[in-house]
């Protein structure tokens, strides 16, 4: 007899979404433009893909699992065309875009370790 090994949980958009709309609910966003990027393909190949939109530069954040049934998160800041010139408090609000962007990649990442902890399969 043949025991089948069990399909690590998925972290599906609907998931991801729930997740990021309590980050947000709590209070951490300090405005910032997130959403849950819908992914093409079947449902089971959803992995993850989160994106922050920065206000203060041409570029954006994209936060994901490094890889496939990893709890482990990693961000990507797009490349920009050019360099980008501003005064002190405007590099500052960037910095601060940031800084949210990190606690969410954060707490996705600590949000992705309870989800598989409590699945069973890990």
């Not at 570029?59 to 699992?65: D, K, L, R």
């Not at 496939?68 to 490349?79: G, R």
Request: aromatic share 8%; net charge negative.
């Amino acid at each position: 007899m043949t025991e089948e090994i069990p399909f690590p949980p998925r972290r599906d958009a609907a998931v991801l979404q729930e997740w990021v709309d309590d980050f947000l609910e709590a209070g951490n966003s300090n405005g910032a433009d997130i959403v849950v990027a819908q992914q093409d393909g079947e449902r089971t190949n959803d992995t993850g893909l989160v994106i922050m939109r920065l206000r203060k530069a041409r570029a954006s954040i994209y936060m994901e699992p490094r890889g496939f049934d990893d709890p482990a998160w990693e961000m990507t800041l797009t490349a920009r065309p050019e360099d980008l010139t501003a005064p002190p408090y405007e590099m500052g609000a960037l910095g601060a875009e940031i800084v949210v962007a990190s606690n969410l990649c954060t707490y996705l990442q600590y949000r992705s370790l309870e989800w598989d902890r409590n699945s069973g399969r890990h």
